[in-house]
């Protein structure tokens, strides 16, 4: 098995013992973060022949990547972002292959380095059918950070460019947003959910 043959929640949950956690609004509270005047000419110029091409390389390349590197901008040298990368942990459980987008809370741009904070799985048109792999990759990221002695929460989206959905796993714990996000009237909400893993780094609790 690999990452991509996690297809529904519940094979997740059931193969790794978590729980679930499903709720609207369940990042409602974050705070939102305007995008740069670069990602919102960006948006504006990109959006319309992303939608009008319709295929996830082309939604990926340009609405996805560019909200990302407006993140990596913002925490850069102390963000590295890895595109299209393998997140190899226990190939035996399936959790191995290859993530669209990882994030990473690290000065380490030529490896994937602990602590992995989000991964952002990309689909054409169908959000649900990419939450069982996005969440197979939070389990994969948690144990790999716990391998380098990094324990965090860990932030996952699965999204059409157009639409955002996220999770988060803490502990044995899945937290799944039911509220859909939309780029791009939404973006400073997608924008501030993205960034709030870096934010708490930056802050940690004593």
Wanted: glycine share 4%.
């Amino acid at each position: 098995m690999a990452y991509s043959d996690f297809k529904t929640l519940n094979q997740v949950l059931t193969a790794f013992s978590l729980k679930l956690v499903n709720q609207f609004g369940l990042f409602s509270q974050v705070n939102v973060i305007e995008p740069s005047p670069k990602l919102s000419d960006q948006i504006a110029e990109n959006f319309d022949l992303a939608l009008a091409i319709d295929t996830e390389k082309a939604r990926s390349e340009l609405i996805v990547t560019p909200i990302l590197l407006d993140i990596y901008r913002r925490f850069s040298p102390n963000l590295s972002l890895f595109s299209g990368v393998a997140l190899s942990v226990d190939a035996t459980q399936g959790l191995n292959g290859e993530c669209d987008f990882i994030l990473s809370a690290s000065t380490n741009q030529l490896e994937v380095s602990a602590p992995v904070l989000t991964l952002v799985e990309a689909k054409n048109n169908d959000i649900k059918s990419g939450l069982g792999q996005c969440a197979a990759q939070l389990v994969g990221a948690q144990r790999f950070n716990e391998s380098q002695q990094k324990t965090v929460p860990i932030y996952g989206a699965v999204t059409t460019g157009a639409a955002w959905r996220f999770m988060r796993l803490q502990a044995s714990q899945l937290e799944v947003d039911l509220t859909e996000y939309f780029v791009p009237p939404q973006i400073a909400n997608v924008l501030g959910i993205l960034c709030q893993p870096f934010l708490a780094e930056e802050h940690p609790k004593p």
